[in-house]
């Protein structure tokens, strides 16, 4: 009984998201077609915007008949912006770290000896490249 009960709540919830993903796939589906429309004429906004910058002259009158003229499309191409360059989110913040004191120390301890021992290893480095330069050239 308890594992037909659970079945069944299973394959309901199986559904719900099958129809959910229906509705959004449906959703995502006429996006693409107002892209795909959008993008012609974004193209030839794009052309005429480039023509009405060059010419300096009454820039006002110009803004004005291009927010009359496009007012209808503004939702479509406020779409496009979002599907097709997602906004940049800063990176998540870093976790802190609940350590004892005794364990910050011992870390900080082998931190500063692993920085000692890459610097000395840098030092060696350099004071062999200096003398393989020194004895090539004389």
Do not use: C, F, Y
Request: aromatic share 0%.
């Amino acid at each position: 009984m308890k594992k037909q009960k659970n079945l069944n709540k299973r394959i309901q919830r199986l559904k719900a998201r099958l129809e959910k993903g229906a509705h959004k796939l449906a959703k995502l589906t006429l996006k693409l077609g107002a892209v795909a429309t959008g993008a012609a004429t974004r193209k030839d906004k794009s052309k005429a915007s480039a023509k009405a910058k060059k010419p300096a002259k009454a820039p006002g009158k110009k803004k004005k008949q291009g927010s009359t003229a496009t007012s209808s499309p503004k939702p479509a191409a406020t779409a496009q912006k979002s599907t097709a360059a997602p906004k940049k989110t800063a990176p998540p913040a870093k976790k802190k770290l609940n350590l004892t004191p005794e364990r910050r120390a011992q870390l900080a301890a082998a931190m500063k000896a692993r920085w000692a021992a890459k610097r000395a290893a840098d030092k060696k480095n350099n004071s062999n490249d200096q003398n393989a330069s020194s004895a090539g050239g004389s």
